[in-house]
């Protein structure tokens, strides 16, 4: 079946760093566009960055320029580098795989919590 597995989630000070990994099985992942959400506490779950099958990479704006994204296809893994972390980032951050219209997938989320 397919797994969606994050790692790398914890406790941060404002404008520290983390990096998030997501590594998937049960897909053929290259052909997979790949994406990262994050849902805080009494929000929407909102995209925070995504990255094609191509390589092709969108970000939400609150993140452009703090945060990247990355896939190896190889590894079957996609990763997140979060930097110059703010308190407002704190949320479950989810992995989130896509092909087609209809097919979507999503990991069990892990927590980033960005103090003060």
């Known amino acids: 079946q397919v797994q969606l597995v994050e790692s790398g989630g914890g406790l941060v000070q404002a404008g520290g760093s983390l990096r998030l990994s997501c590594a998937a099985s049960g897909i053929i992942f290259s052909s997979y566009a790949m994406g990262w959400y994050r849902q805080a506490p009494g929000k929407q779950r909102e995209l925070v960055a995504a990255?094609?099958?191509?390589?092709?990479?969108n970000y939400a704006d609150s993140v452009k320029g703090r945060f990247t994204i990355s896939r190896d296809n190889a590894k079957n893994t996609v990763h997140l580098q979060m930097n110059s972390l703010k308190p407002e980032d704190t949320a479950v951050y989810y992995c989130?795989?896509?092909?087609?219209?209809?097919?979507?997938?999503w990991g069990q989320g892990t927590q980033v919590t960005v103090s003060s």
């Open positions: 990255i094609t099958s191509g390589g092709r990479t």
């Open positions: 989130n795989a896509r092909i087609g219209p209809f097919t979507n997938y």
